[in-house]
């Protein structure tokens, strides 16, 4: 190398200039950079922290407290049979075999009953397990005959007699849950959804479904053939509204399906107890949504469906149910039995005719309900598809929403019932845009069961229910909770005076104590995908070939929920004996509540039960501690993360922007006596943020009744009030500025003002918004202010000629 060529070498800088700033920049950022990663880490772990000991508080003080209370309360009970045994004196022996004659009749009786249910459950079984409905039926539409097969049946109630039922009033359409149980829980009263719909007058159709799935049939053969129920229903009654499509428990998300795919077909949809948000939850609280989490995802379905011949019993589903209380359902309502078995016979068999009948879904069916639904949490996400390119939008709903849920609810939580709605919208206004109305309604403490069977639920709740959906639909969009405010009368004359709640969104958060746990739910979903691809490819080929349609239906006859059954029936000659032996015993007479033998019994179930609760807290309390440190920690957040990616919301500006905000702004100016009405009527009730049912009422009067709404369809009806409901949202006082343009004439001025003023009532029972606006209205229309009450509707023309005479 020359001596020239050395210098050129040491003149050439090591490294240029910009890869020198760029150097200094990666070593200035990268601490910054590894300082945040760091801080984000501790920061998930100081969360994890923090849920750990929010249940352990939260469920060791529920614990100490509950229990400590019931021991209290059997050392109270256990003071007072020890006085009654001290005061029974020389009648000890003769107290003692009272008890013991008593006791013997009733374990007979007892024994009898279940051996009742045996054969009940037998003959159920051969029958193909009908529905347990209280009424007739008849069979309508038959699932199996559609293009595309499924099990489902639409049957028409018959009304008892003594019911008229008007075919031109709404009908409404009952979808039972499908979760392992059979159909028939709506209606197996008539204090129930059935019975209230009946006693007003409506035509009510059930759905149903068969025992056996036909072999194919998935969750989109099941939404289509659902979806031909509601139509046959509108050919039979052309001259009604849309029908009420009410959905309880899975029902509900069913239902939800249905007017998602369906947007134009239905009328008012109800969800009860329905788990649309199956993440959601309180810490300390409503532990069954964690199994997913601990217990295995969904390959566990995948392995019994295998097991089942590709096919899943349900039975599997109610055992769950069961074990999530075991005090009640392996003790406490054998010994209510025992107690009592002369008058809780009836009562025992009825409901068991229904909790005993188990039903199968096809393996497409059930997978499809636990990624999508229940582990993948996909339908809130918007990423749910009914099958593919089918995704299922909750927001193309256009039917009113009634969602009715319970704080005494552990299946179905409110924050599972609502949280999908804060998870779906960027705010409450996007409900209004989309012209949707949401409305719920939270119970304090009936539970998941009640929401559908009570009696008390379905004179109170449910019979507001069906009696509001008469104005329901002449709510401006919005979100809204319903009220039942007070009580009236007594018996069968109790009335109750309803009130529709303006809310936000922010409203429904506060219901929840804290979201920050569902990131455990992602990585769960996450790592669900996974196991089941490993078992489909390494766990599946080996147990199918062991499977035959035989050793299928073995396994679903040695369920334990069917042995019990079978073994207790009069097929087993140890108790064939019982009915001839009891029929033989005749009429018992109960003992005395003051036995003290009697009194020594009642403790000790009491004691039996309390101590299996408490079995019970102690095994939730450690379900959801395991699953907060195994899916919480930062580890498991950070490999949840791609499944914890919510649906994309809008911005206010690009809600302003969508076609049917800017098309209402842009005729702002245009309209005229129905669209001056009904913007009024929306710009007043923002103003109260309330709406009485009696107002609601007289307001759904006039839209209906008196021209010129009556004259147009129900199409154009919606139309107007969402139209209307944009421009009030987004432009309110342009809104009130551009009201003359829509009433030209003063007599149309004067009109609309009066008819606005009918509709809140008197005066003095305005509030003071809903009264300041009727004066902006007022002025704006160059009216005089208003002075008097408006008691008559002014729009009613029969009303009107009649005071012209």
Request: with cysteine; charged share 25%; glycine share 8%.
């Amino acid at each position: 190398m020359t001596h020239d060529r050395i210098e050129k070498i040491e003149d050439m800088p090591l490294v240029d200039a910009k890869s020198t700033e760029k150097l200094i920049h990666d070593l200035q950022t990268q601490p910054s950079e590894r300082v945040k990663e760091l801080a984000e880490m501790y920061g998930e772990a100081a969360t994890t922290a923090e849920l750990l000991m929010k249940s352990v508080s939260r469920q060791g003080k529920a614990i100490t407290e509950t229990h400590a209370i019931r021991v209290r309360q059997q050392m109270e009970d256990l003071a007072r049979v020890a006085s009654a045994m001290a005061a029974t004196g020389d009648g000890y022996a003769e107290h003692y075999a009272n008890y013991v004659e008593d006791a013997a009749k009733r374990w007979l009786l007892t024994l009898d009953v279940l051996r009742q249910r045996g054969d009940n459950f037998i003959q159920h079984e051969a029958a193909g397990c009908p529905p347990v409905l209280a009424y007739d039926y008849e069979i309508i539409v038959d699932g199996r005959d559609l293009e595309h097969p499924c099990n489902y049946q639409l049957l028409r109630i018959v009304p008892p007699e003594g019911i008229e039922v008007l075919g031109w009033k709404r009908p409404y359409i009952i979808i039972d849950p499908r979760a392992g149980h059979g159909g028939g829980i709506g209606g197996f009263k008539t204090d129930s959804q059935v019975g209230v719909a009946l006693n007003d007058g409506h035509p009510v159709y059930f759905v149903n479904f068969t025992r056996d799935p036909v072999r194919g049939q998935t969750l989109a053969d099941v939404t289509r053939a659902e979806a031909e129920f509601v139509r046959e229903v509108q050919r039979r009654h052309p001259d009604s509204a849309k029908p009420v499509v009410t959905g309880n428990c899975q029902g509900g998300w069913a239902t939800l399906l249905l007017a998602a795919t369906n947007p134009d077909l239905t009328g008012p949809i109800v969800l009860n107890g329905a788990p649309i948000q199956p993440w959601s939850g309180e810490v300390g609280k409503y532990p069954m949504r964690y199994n997913g989490g601990v217990l295995g995802g969904a390959w566990q379905p995948m392995f019994w469906s295998d097991l089942g011949g590709g096919q899943f019993d349900g039975a599997h589903l109610v055992m769950n149910f069961e074990q999530l209380n075991p005090g009640r359902n392996y003790f406490a309502k054998y010994y209510d039995l025992f107690a009592n078995p002369d008058g809780g016979r009836a009562r025992f068999l009825e409901f068991e005719r229904w909790w005993g009948g188990f039903f199968v879904l096809n393996e497409a069916e059930i997978k499809w309900i636990v990624e999508q639904l229940f582990v993948g949490n996909k339908l809130v996400k918007n990423e749910a598809q009914l099958e593919p390119g089918r995704t299922i939008d909750v927001k193309h709903v256009k039917a009113p929403v009634i969602v009715f849920t319970s704080y005494g609810d552990n299946i179905t939580p409110p924050q599972q019932a609502l949280n999908w709605i804060v998870d779906s919208y960027a705010d409450e206004d996007e409900i209004r845009i989309r012209g949707q109305r949401i409305i719920y309604m939270i119970h304090d403490q009936v539970g998941h069961l009640g929401i559908f069977v009570s009696s008390k639920i379905a004179k109170k709740e449910h019979t507001e229910v069906a009696s509001t959906m008469k104005t329901i639909e002449a709510l401006a969009p919005g979100l809204y909770e319903m009220k039942i405010d007070s009580v009236e009368g007594r018996g069968q004359d109790k009335t109750f005076t309803v009130s529709f709640a303006e809310r936000t969104l922010d409203d429904l958060r506060k219901i929840d104590d804290g979201r920050e746990e569902e990131a455990g739910f992602a990585a769960v979903a996450r790592m669900s995908e996974i196991q089941s691809e490993a078992y489909d490819l390494m766990v599946r080929p080996v147990v199918k070939p062991l499977v035959n349609p035989a050793t299928a239906e073995a396994m679903r006859k040695l369920h334990p929920l069917r042995l019990q059954r079978a073994w207790s029936s009069s097929a087993n000659p140890f108790l064939a004996f019982l009915e001839s032996v009891t029929h033989q015993m005749g009429t018992r007479e109960p003992l005395p509540q003051t036995n003290p033998f009697l009194m020594a019994e009642k403790l000790w179930a009491g004691m039996v039960e309390q101590q299996m609760d408490l079995f019970r807290d102690v095994r939730d309390a450690l379900y959801e501690q395991t699953f907060l440190s195994l899916w919480t920690n930062p580890w498991a957040v950070a490999f949840g993360k791609p499944k914890a990616i919510g649906r994309t919301l809008h911005s206010e500006t690009e809600l302003r922007a969508l076609p049917e905000v800017e098309m209402a702004l842009a005729h702002m100016s245009s309209g005229g006596l129905a669209e001056a009405v009904v913007r009024m009527l929306v710009l007043m009730a923002d103003s109260r943020g309330n709406v009485r049912r009696d107002r609601l009422e007289r307001s759904a009067r006039v839209l209906t009744q008196d021209e010129p709404f009556k004259s147009l369809t129900m199409d154009d009806r919606a139309r107007i009030i969402h139209e209307q409901t944009l421009i009030a949202t987004f432009e309110p006082e342009k809104a009130i500025e551009t009201l003359p343009d829509l009433l030209p004439s003063r007599t149309d001025r004067e009109n609309a003002a009066r008819v606005v003023q009918f509709i809140p009532g008197k005066i003095d029972e305005m509030a003071p918004d809903t009264l300041e606006m009727l004066q902006r209205f007022h002025k704006v229309l160059e009216l005089e202010p208003v002075t008097g009450d408006v008691l008559e509707d002014p729009l009613n023309s029969d009303k009107a000629s009649a005071a012209a005479e």
